[in-house]
C-alpha cells in the first residue's frame, strides 16, 4: 500500500503537536514514576528492572494517545509498532546501561530518571513526527455516530 502524503503543518499546528506530545508524554512519565516508585520502594527491585517495567508501561500508553490524538494517523498500526520498538530497541539498552552506571556511582536513582525521561521525550518525538508519522499526520477519520 502506498504511504498517504500529508499537506505541511503552519507553525501553529507543528505548535499544537508538540504541545500535544509533551503533556501525553508527561501524562507517561507519571505513569513511568508510579510504575518505578511502586517496583523499587515497595517491592525493593534493583534500578534497571523497574526502569525497564516502568518504561514498558509508559511507552504503551504513549504510542496509543499519541497516534491518535497528537499525529491523528492512520498509519498501520504494527509497522508504526515495529518503527518504535526499532527506536526502543536502541535506547532501552543504552539508557538502561547510562541508568544503572550512573546509578551505580552514587548519582541518585530519581535523577537519572528524570534525565533519561527527558532524553527520551525528546528523541522519541523526532523519531514520531520525521520517520514514523512523517506522512500519514492527520489521516485519521473521526468517527461518527
Same mark, same amino acid.
Given at each position: 500500500?502506498?504511504?498517504?502524503?500529508?499537506?505541511? *503543518?503552519?507553525?501553529?499546528?507543528? *505548535?499544537?503537536?508538540?504541545? #500535544?506530545?509533551? *503533556?501525553?508524554?508527561?501524562?507517561?512519565?507519571?505513569?513511568? %514514576?508510579?510504575?518505578?516508585?511502586?517496583?523499587?520502594?515497595?517491592?525493593?527491585?534493583?534500578?534497571?528492572?523497574?526502569?525497564? &517495567?516502568?518504561?514498558?508501561?509508559?511507552?504503551?500508553?504513549?504510542?496509543?494517545?499519541? $497516534? $491518535?490524538? &497528537?499525529?491523528?494517523?492512520?498509519?498501520? %498500526?504494527? #509497522?508504526?509498532?515495529?518503527? *518504535?520498538?526499532?527506536?526502543?530497541?536502541?535506547?532501552?539498552?543504552?539508557?538502561?546501561?547510562?541508568?544503572?552506571?550512573?546509578?551505580?556511582?552514587?548519582?541518585?536513582?530519581?535523577?537519572?530518571?528524570?534525565? &533519561?525521561? %527527558?532524553?527520551?521525550?525528546?528523541?522519541?518525538?523526532?523519531?514520531?513526527?520525521?520517520?514514523?508519522?512523517? &506522512?500519514?499526520?492527520?489521516?485519521? #477519520?473521526? #468517527?461518527?455516530?
Amino acid at each position: 500500500m502506498a504511504e498517504q502524503q500529508t499537506t505541511p *503543518l503552519s507553525k501553529r499546528e507543528n *505548535l499544537v503537536q508538540i504541545s #500535544k506530545f509533551t *503533556l501525553f508524554s508527561i501524562s507517561a512519565g507519571v505513569i513511568q %514514576v508510579l510504575v518505578f516508585a511502586l517496583l523499587e520502594e515497595v517491592f525493593h527491585l534493583p534500578y534497571w528492572p523497574s526502569y525497564l &517495567t516502568a518504561l514498558i508501561a509508559s511507552v504503551v500508553y504513549n504510542f496509543t494517545v499519541n $497516534r $491518535r490524538f &497528537t499525529f491523528k494517523s492512520a498509519n498501520n %498500526v504494527p #509497522k508504526a509498532m515495529l518503527q *518504535l520498538g526499532i527506536y526502543y530497541a536502541i535506547f532501552t539498552p543504552l539508557s538502561t546501561w547510562w541508568g544503572d552506571a550512573l546509578v551505580g556511582i552514587g548519582v541518585m536513582d530519581y535523577i537519572v530518571l528524570g534525565t &533519561t525521561m %527527558v532524553v527520551n521525550l525528546i528523541t522519541e518525538f523526532c523519531v514520531n513526527r520525521f520517520i514514523i508519522y512523517r &506522512t500519514s499526520m492527520n489521516t485519521r #477519520k473521526p #468517527k461518527t455516530t
